[in-house]
Structures are given as C-alpha cells and as structure tokens.
C-alpha cells in the first residue's frame, strides 16, 4: 500500500463513512480497528453496518487502493480519533478507548503531524490528551497540531451530511485550529467554524442535549395528553402551526448512542447546574417504563374481556426508524421489560432491519401483525406505514405511526 496520509482509528458508525469519504478525495486512509471481523470485512470491499451509500462508497475507496483497513496502525502524517465514548455505572463517561487509541500511536508520532479526536468527549479531553502525549514523548512538545473536531451527522444520512454539514474546529492553539481547518477543507463543503477545544467539546454535548430537552418535552406532553384524553400527535401539529412554536415528536422513549448518552456527560461533570438537562434524561427514560406499563395493562385487559391470553406483537427494536442499529434502544428495553412480564402470552418480536438476533427470535412484520391480538408500535419503521388496520387488534401506537401524514 501507499504511505497513508491519514490514519483513522474507529471504523464504526462515524469512523468508515469519514474514511470512505476521505479516500474518496484520493488521500490514503489507513483505517484501524480492534475488531478483525470488520478489518477483514472492509478489506473484502464490504460493510459490517446498515447505511445507505456507504456500501458502494467503501467498495470504490477499496478497489481503488485508497482505503485499507488493519488491527494496527502505521505511520502517516494525519490521525483521526473516531473511537466509542460510552458511560460507565453512575452515568460517568468513559474516555478510556480514547486514550487507548492515543496511546497505540504515540510510539508513530512525530514533528507537524496532526492530531484530531471526533469522539464525543468531555470537557478537557483534547488538553488531556495532549498532556498523555507530551508526557510520554516530552521531545514532541508544541511541535504537534492537536485539535478536537465533533461529528454532527444522523444516522440514516451519513453520507451527505458528513459533507453538506458545518462543522466546529477547535485546536488547542490557534496554530492547530489552523491546521485542522486545512485538512477538514478538502473534502466538506460546509462552512467551518473555528474555535478552541473546550467550546468545540462542549459544542456538541449542547447539541444532543438540546435536541434531548426537545424530546422531553414532546414525551411529558404525550403523558399528559395520555390522561386528558387528548390525541398528542393532533395537539403538536396544531401548537406547531404558531410562527414561534416547534415541538418534536413524542416516542418511545430517546435511545441511541449520542443523544441518550451525551447529556450525562454535562450532568457528571455540572451537576449542581445542570438541572434541565438532567431531568430530560429522567423524563425521556421513564417514557419507554410508562410504554412497557401501557402493554401490561392492555394484557390484562385484553385477557379480562375475552378470557384468554392475548398474542402480542412488538413492533420494532431499533432505536429510530428504518436503521439496524438496537444500540441504547428504548424499543428493545421496552420488549426485554414485556418479556420479562410474559405468562404463557404469544409474543411476536418484530425488526425488519435485522434478520436475526441472538436474544430475541424475529418475526416477519405481516405475519406478527396478522396473528397478534394487541400489536404494539414501537418504531415508525417505513414497512409499518401500509399495514392495514383491523377493527380486531388492540393497537398501542408508541410512536405515531397511525397519525403521520
Ligand atoms: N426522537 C424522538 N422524537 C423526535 C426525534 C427523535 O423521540 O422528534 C428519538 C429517536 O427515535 C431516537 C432518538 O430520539 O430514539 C435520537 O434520534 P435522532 O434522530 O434525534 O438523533 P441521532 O441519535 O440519530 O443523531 C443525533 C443527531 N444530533 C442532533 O440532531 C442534535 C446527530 O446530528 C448527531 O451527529 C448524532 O446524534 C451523534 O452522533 O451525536
């Protein structure tokens, strides 16, 4: 292989369409995962995860000879930190498999290279970093460009967003700002916004806290609206028709690897003012409770009307419409709570983004609606929309699918 320019270490969600992309602008990206599963898999032109364009454009990167993907990384001149930022117990966040990654390319570091993390991070990570690689190679000191660079993309339309949407720089001098504007300018079409690494951090734990607080927002109406007999779905296009006013959408409850997670890294770290945020996280959580309680009773019910056991369809596990992707999913927390209730009922479980699952046994979205007596939606998948209602079926539409346009 040629000398790679870049060397991405994380080729997950964020981290294989960045590389596609770069080695679509003809640079060298050497890509770097734990996981030989997945170096093998991209290395044979293919893709471990679901989205859309993303599977051509690893394919040309490959055939190509512009990606190349290995459990290890080399020498190049520009790295990429794309790795997990998960929470531990007690909502604190992890930042180790960061620093595991900057750990395994000290040893390649040398003179002008380019450091950047993407990872969600809390605040201080870049400078803590940037601390552990100085302390291990004091010789490089000041003479790297260390930045930090949020990825803002949804998942579902990673391909265009990665390179239609702005993006916030911050180094942590002014020199590696610069530096990272450099890089990031060839290949994203959206403007960059310069800025330091703390500001860029806290940029985009605000982002998905925000959207997070939106949400909660959303789901409480949807609680009370549940109690004041009043359609929520109606309620919020009538409220949205105010110039000033733009509720989003209640549902299941928020899941996800971002917006479930990245609140709680504010609330760890600020918790005496961190109020709103952190009771949106509450808010949010107990919504996916509140829908497993709603099954339950519809259960019962069912079972005192009609002197039976009901069979029950459980419509979708993954954490938003039409992805494959179950990671913090409201939906799956929901079934694995109905199950844990289960007394002799019929359960359908239903993903049809997935085709197997090693807990859960997957049915057929027509013949688990066709069969159950109480069907529950959980995800507004785009195959559900068409299903024909039948005056028979208990229906609990978590996320609206019933009253979208
Ligand atoms: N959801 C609702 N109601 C809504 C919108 C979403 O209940 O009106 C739920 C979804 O069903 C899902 C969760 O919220 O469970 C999150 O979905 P999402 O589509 O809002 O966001 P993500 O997690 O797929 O992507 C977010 C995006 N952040 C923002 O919109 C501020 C994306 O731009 C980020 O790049 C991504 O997080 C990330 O990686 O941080």
């Given at each position: 292989m040629n000398k790679p320019e870049v060397v991405m270490i994380g080729l997950g969600y964020i981290g294989?369409?960045?590389?596609?992309?770069?080695?679509?602008?003809?640079?060298?990206?050497?890509?770097?995962?734990?996981?030989?599963?997945?170096?093998?898999?991209?290395?044979?032109?293919?893709?471990?995860?679901?989205?859309?364009?993303?599977?051509?454009?690893?394919?040309?990167?490959v055939k190509e000879g512009y990606l190349k993907a290995s459990i290890t990384p080399i020498m190049a001149s520009t790295y990429l930190i794309v790795v997990p930022t998960p929470?531990?117990?007690?909502?604190?966040?992890?930042?180790?498999?960061?620093?595991?990654?900057t750990r395994a390319i000290l040893p390649l570091l040398k003179p002008e290279d380019l450091y950047i993390i993407e990872s969600t991070s809390p605040v201080g990570t870049t400078e803590k970093m940037m601390h552990l690689i100085?302390?291990?190679?004091?010789?490089?000191?000041?003479?790297?460009?260390?930045?930090?660079?949020p990825e803002r993309v949804l998942p579902g339309n990673v391909m265009y967003e990665l390179v239609h949407?702005?993006?916030?720089?911050?180094?942590?001098?002014?020199?590696?700002?610069?530096?990272?504007?450099?890089?990031?300018?060839?290949?994203?079409?959206?403007?960059?916004?310069?800025?330091?690494?703390?500001?860029?951090?806290m940029c985009k734990l605000v982002e998905n806290s925000s959207r997070d607080v939106q949400i909660a927002f959303a789901n409480e109406l949807s609680l009370i609206?549940?109690?004041?007999?009043?359609?929520?779905?109606?309620?919020?296009?009538?409220?949205?028709?105010?110039?000033?006013?733009?509720?989003?959408?209640?549902?299941?409850?928020?899941?996800?690897?971002?917006?479930?997670?990245?609140p709680y890294?504010?609330?760890?770290?600020?918790?005496?003012e961190s109020k709103i945020i952190g009771t949106a996280r509450e808010v949010n959580n107990y919504k996916s409770f509140w829908c497993a309680e709603k099954v339950q009773t519809a259960k019962l019910e069912f079972e005192l009307k009609h002197g039976r056991k009901p069979s029950i369809a459980l419509m979708g596990l993954a954490f938003k419409p039409n992805i494959d992707d179950l990671r913090e999913s409201p939906a799956k927390y929901i079934t694995q709570k109905v199950l844990q209730n289960a007394n002799n009922e019929e359960y359908f479980i239903v993903?049809?983004?997935?085709?197997?699952?090693?807990?859960?046994?997957?049915?057929?979205?027509?013949?688990?609606?066709?069969?159950?007596?109480?069907?529950?939606?959980?995800?507004a998948h785009k195959e559900f929309k068409n299903l024909k209602l039948k005056e028979n079926k208990v229906v609990l539409d978590f996320c609206g699918i019933l009253n979208q346009n």
């Open positions: 294989l369409p960045t590389a596609a992309l770069i080695a679509q602008n003809k640079t060298h990206v050497h890509g770097v995962d734990i996981n030989p599963k997945v170096v093998e898999t991209i290395n044979a032109g293919k893709i471990h995860i679901i989205e859309p364009e993303l599977d051509t454009a690893v394919a040309n990167a929470f531990k117990a007690k909502n604190e966040p992890d930042t180790s498999f960061v620093e595991a990654a100085y302390s291990e190679r004091p010789e490089l000191k000041g003479q790297l460009h260390i930045a930090y660079c949407n702005d993006r916030v720089i911050g180094g942590v001098d002014v020199k590696a700002t610069e530096k990272a504007m450099a890089f990031y300018q060839q290949f994203i079409k959206g403007s960059l916004h310069k800025t330091n690494a703390r500001t860029a951090e609206c549940d109690k004041a007999d009043i359609n929520v779905w109606e309620l919020i296009k009538l409220a949205n028709k105010h110039p000033r006013v733009n509720i989003l959408q209640p549902g299941c409850g928020v899941g996800g690897h971002c917006i479930a997670v990245d890294f504010i609330v760890s770290d600020y918790p005496m993903e049809p983004n997935i085709t197997e699952h090693k807990v859960f046994k997957i049915t057929n979205y027509k013949e688990a609606f066709e069969k159950a007596d109480i069907i529950a939606f959980l995800v």
